[in-house]
């Protein structure tokens, strides 16, 4: 299923009707360049981009990232938290029944590592091993430890580090 960028352009605009009951003004467009993401707001000219391979996932999930982009172009424009850590982004994402992640493209490497907070249990998937002493947990900042990642543990992470120094 390939759509051109006019396609996608009206189908965008549809859906933001649709699903916020507002219009939206600005270009949607493809960008092939995008490797791992599904999509792309740009916050300087409210333009939103997205990945034309997740594509192959249908239409009906490719819709539900464009539903997460059109999240962040609303929110932002109406001064609100449009973040992916802000409230009313997680309300508004569950509201319109967006994704919260782009699902995995085929041959994406998987990540090799998790690190587990002791303290507050979040876990956070890596490709790349780091220093766990050199970083903290984003939620709670207690102490993490590294560990493999093994085929079931695989369920998509839902945290992010802050260095310490």
């Known amino acids: 299923m390939a759509l051109t960028d006019s396609e996608l352009q009206a189908w965008v605009e549809s859906?933001?009707?649709?699903?916020?009951?507002?219009?939206?003004?600005?270009?949607?467009?493809?960008?092939?360049?995008?490797?791992?993401?599904?999509?792309?707001?740009?916050?300087?000219?409210?333009?939103?981009?997205?990945?034309?391979?997740?594509?192959?996932?249908?239409?009906?999930?490719?819709?539900?990232?464009?539903?997460?982009?059109?999240?962040?172009?609303?929110?932002?424009?109406?001064?609100?938290?449009?973040?992916?850590?802000?409230?009313?982004?997680?309300?508004?994402?569950?509201a319109v029944g967006g994704l919260r992640y782009a699902p995995r493209l085929p041959g994406q490497t998987k990540p090799k590592y998790m690190v587990h907070c002791f303290a507050c249990g979040r876990r956070a998937f890596r490709q790349r091993q780091i220093q766990v002493d050199r970083y903290r947990c984003a939620q709670c900042g207690g102490r993490l430890k590294l560990e493999h990642v093994v085929a079931e543990q695989l369920n998509k992470g839902d945290g992010c580090l802050d260095d310490t120094e």
């Open 15 to 94: 859906l933001s009707l649709a699903c916020f009951g507002k219009p939206f003004l600005h270009e949607a467009r493809f960008n092939p360049r995008l490797k791992t993401t599904g999509g792309r707001y740009h916050l300087g000219d409210h333009r939103i981009e997205m990945n034309p391979k997740h594509l192959i996932h249908g239409r009906e999930v490719f819709g539900k990232i464009v539903l997460h982009e059109l999240c962040h172009y609303h929110l932002h424009l109406e001064g609100k938290g449009y973040r992916h850590r802000d409230r009313d982004f997680k309300q508004l994402l569950a």
